[in-house]
Nanobody
Framework: QVQVVESGGGSVQGGGSLRLSCAAS????????MGWYRQAPGKQRELVAT???????NYADSVKGRFTISRDNAKNTMYLQMNSLKPEDTGTYYC?????????WGQGTQVTVSS
């Protein structure tokens, strides 16, 4: 079993920055990839960024150049540095941890960007 808990959300004006954290616990060694997803009101959950155990990253086109995903394996924590935030980045951000047998989700953290 794996548990993931997000933190770091909040409200910020457009152009500002936030850093999200995702702390993983449980059978950490079973985790392969991790990622951040978001869901805006009335919309489907979408991929923001992913990172493999080896550090390979992937980003949604909408956040490339503005967001940076990273992973500190020693601390069992994943981060999402979000810069130049836009109102369309508003939503609930979810942490995901993927093992070979299933996917684990956190409760989500709210990010609100005002214009």
């Amino acid at each position: 079993q794996v548990q993931v808990v997000e933190s770091g959300g909040g409200s910020v004006q457009g152009g500002g920055s936030l850093r999200l954290s995702c702390a993983a616990s449980g059978t950490i060694l079973s985790i392969d990839g991790m990622g951040w997803y978001r869901q805006a009101p009335g919309k489907q959950r979408e991929l923001v960024a992913t990172i493999t155990s080896g550090g390979r990253t992937n980003y949604a086109d909408s956040v490339k150049g503005r967001f940076t995903i990273s992973r500190d394996n020693a601390k069992n924590t994943m981060y999402l540095q979000m810069n130049s935030l836009k109102p369309e980045d508003t939503g609930t951000y979810y942490c995901n941890a993927q093992t070979r047998v299933r996917s684990y989700w956190g409760q989500g953290t709210q990010v609100t960007v005002s214009s």
